[in-house]
Each structure stands twice: as structure tokens, then as C-alpha cells.
């Protein structure tokens, strides 16, 4: 199905998400967040630290309760966690009007004309793989989008010589 990536990186402030949160452990996956939160706008910590130890640690929390035959904590946070972990990016076409859902390990399981509804179903696979509820992937999938203009972001890519003429 989905590959899963160890998520593997060094960070320069914080290393350990006990330095700033001793009690992260008991607390659940929105209390973590809004902690990580916390520490980056009250202490002034590096966010990008921060944030990538929060999904480093709802990484290693996504694969204990899928070992122990758990269910995953039914929450958009949880769900977007295990949408990075799987490379799963979710976005909003504003010219389209359409949800896009992209992750480079579905391109190969595709067949022409059912992309995009197999898409919706492999994250859906995805969630189930991983212990975590299906039945409100779809509405997590629609809170989870990221718009986007591609002509837009066309536009903005290209470095513009104006030239006036006199």
C-alpha cells in the first residue's frame, strides 16, 4: 500500500521533546500540539524544531498503536500527522475547484479515469492500515487542503524583465 517514511532529521535547538514538555507522554496529540504551540510563541522556541519533534513523536505514537492493535486518537491533527508520515499532500485547486491529493507511492496503483477516486480510498486504506478511524477520512481530507492557484504559482515562478520603452 502507502509507503512509510522514517522520519529522520537533526535538529539544531531542541532535541528531545522532554527538554520543553516533560510531561508530553501523558498528554494526548491536540493537548501535545497545543503545548508545541505554546513554547514557540510564549518561549520564542524555533518552531520548525518544535514542530518537527511533534510529528516525529505522532509518528512513533501512529506506529505503537498500530504494533499494540490499538485505534489511533480520532483527530484531525492525528490525521494530518499520519497524512505527512505516508507523504500524502492534500490540496485545493482554486481553479478547478477541485481536492488534489498527491503522494508520489499511489501513482503506480492508478488506472486512467479512477485517479481521483482511488486516491480518496487509498488514504482511506492508508488510515485503516494504521489503526486510525476511516469513516471520517473524507471530511479530514476536506479540512486538511492547502490552496493553491497553479497559474498563480506559474506566475510568481518566473523572474519578470519589464521593460518600458520611451
Known amino acids: 500500500m502507502g509507503k512509510v517514511k522514517n522520519i529522520k532529521k537533526k535538529t539544531n535547538g531542541v532535541t528531545f521533546l522532554r527538554e520543553i514538555i516533560p510531561d508530553y507522554k501523558k498528554l494526548n496529540v491536540d493537548e501535545l500540539l497545543h503545548k508545541c504551540s505554546n513554547c514557540v510563541h510564549v518561549h520564542n522556541y524555533d518552531a520548525e524544531d518544535v514542530f518537527y519533534l511533534f510529528q516525529q513523536e505522532v509518528s512513533n505514537r501512529l506506529d505503537d498503536w498500530k504494533a499494540d492493535g490499538k485505534r489511533a486518537e480520532a483527530t484531525l491533527n492525528v490525521f494530518q500527522a499520519l497524512c505527512k508520515k505516508c507523504d500524502i499532500e492534500i490540496l485545493y485547486n482554486?481553479?478547478?475547484?477541485?481536492?488534489?491529493?498527491?503522494?508520489?507511492?499511489?501513482?503506480?496503483?492508478?488506472?486512467?479515469?479512477?485517479?481521483?477516486?482511488?486516491?480518496?480510498?487509498?488514504?482511506?486504506?492508508?488510515?485503516?492500515?494504521?489503526?486510525?478511524?476511516?469513516?471520517?477520512?473524507?471530511?479530514?481530507?476536506?479540512?486538511?487542503?492547502?490552496?493553491?492557484?497553479?497559474?498563480?504559482?506559474?506566475?510568481?515562478?518566473?523572474?519578470?524583465?519589464?521593460?518600458?520603452t520611451t
Open 94 to 164: 482554486k481553479m478547478t475547484h477541485r481536492i488534489e491529493i498527491n503522494c508520489k507511492h499511489f501513482k503506480n496503483l492508478e488506472v486512467l479515469g479512477q485517479a481521483e477516486e482511488q486516491r480518496y480510498l487509498m488514504v482511506k486504506e492508508i488510515c485503516r492500515e494504521c489503526k486510525f478511524t476511516t469513516n471520517l477520512a473524507l471530511e479530514y481530507i476536506k479540512l486538511s487542503c492547502k490552496p493553491y492557484h497553479p497559474a498563480e504559482e506559474w506566475i510568481m515562478s518566473k523572474d519578470w524583465v519589464v521593460r518600458f
